[in-house]
């Protein structure tokens, strides 16, 4: 059933078409795009699974600082913990919550096998309109553990840059009402801070739960 999302967090724009959405994140528009961060760094040698790509970064990810409606997330975040991270916007009419309710279904699915859940961070691209206390109500939506945060561009970029994560806010006379073009993998970061695979669109829940048992395993 798909997730309701309230009236205040939908743009009242033209609906997003999913197939020209999904066209673009996967084309070679993001060279053009305002906020492509340049070529990722060189990364060990992938492993394809069903749903993901291994990557087994031996570097953790760069420092970084992001705000959230109680305080900060920084690296010390990830440190103890499996993380799902995902980039969007609270307004995104499609893709988010969809991926966000995918990745409910993930961790419900790892619960049921007895495994401890990983955290899910969302980190939104979208500061002008997504505050922290906006995104704290966004993640209500799907999961209250859900971690919701942002930064300014700058801010945005040690992850950004890091990941090779894309995103573009398309200008627009009403500043309520616009659309931003985004990446749509969601990132594993193992507990030591570390880039560990990166899982692609589109998102099926039960393989990327059977992906992150064996990407899990042993750790």
């Known amino acids: 059933m798909p997730t309701a999302v309230p009236d205040s967090v939908k ?16 084309s070679g528009a993001f060279l053009a795009w305002r906020h492509w ?16 790509s291994r990557i087994d970064d031996k570097v953790p990810l760069p420092a970084f600082a992001l705000h959230r409606s109680n305080g900060i997330v920084s690296n010390v975040d990830l440190l ?15 893709i988010c919550p969809t991926t966000l309710a995918t990745l409910r279904e993930v961790k419900a699915r ?25 995104l704290a109500t966004f993640m209500l939506y799907f999961d209250s553990r859900f971690i919701g945060a942002t930064g ?6 040690a992850l950004t840059r890091h990941l090779g994560v894309a995103y573009q806010r398309h200008d627009a006379q009403d500043k ?7 990446g749509t993998a969601v990132y594993l970061i193992d507990p030591q801070g570390r880039l560990k695979a990166t899982f692609s669109w589109p998102h099926d829940s039960a393989t990327m739960a059977a992906d992150f048992a064996k990407l ?4």
């Not at 103890?80 to 499609?94: E, I, K, R, V």
């Not at 300014?152 to 970029?157: I, K, Q, S, V």
């Not at 309520?176 to 985004?182: G, I, Q």
């Open 11 to 26: 743009p009242s724009a033209a609906p997003w078409l999913g197939a020209v959405g999904i066209a673009l994140a996967l």
């Open 37 to 52: 961060p340049g070529p990722a760094p060189a990364l060990p040698p992938s492993g394809q699974m069903p749903s993901a």
């Open 80 to 94: 103890g913990h499996w993380t799902l991270l995902n980039f969007g916007y609270a307004s995104c009419p499609q």
């Open 110 to 134: 790892i619960a049921s096998k007895g495994k401890t859940v990983p955290q899910v961070i969302f980190v939104s691209v979208d500061p002008e309109r997504d505050t922290p206390t906006r």
């Open 152 to 157: 300014t561009d700058l801010e945005l970029a």
């Open 176 to 182: 309520e009402h616009y659309e931003v073009d985004h």
């Open 216 to 219: 899990t395993a042993g750790g």
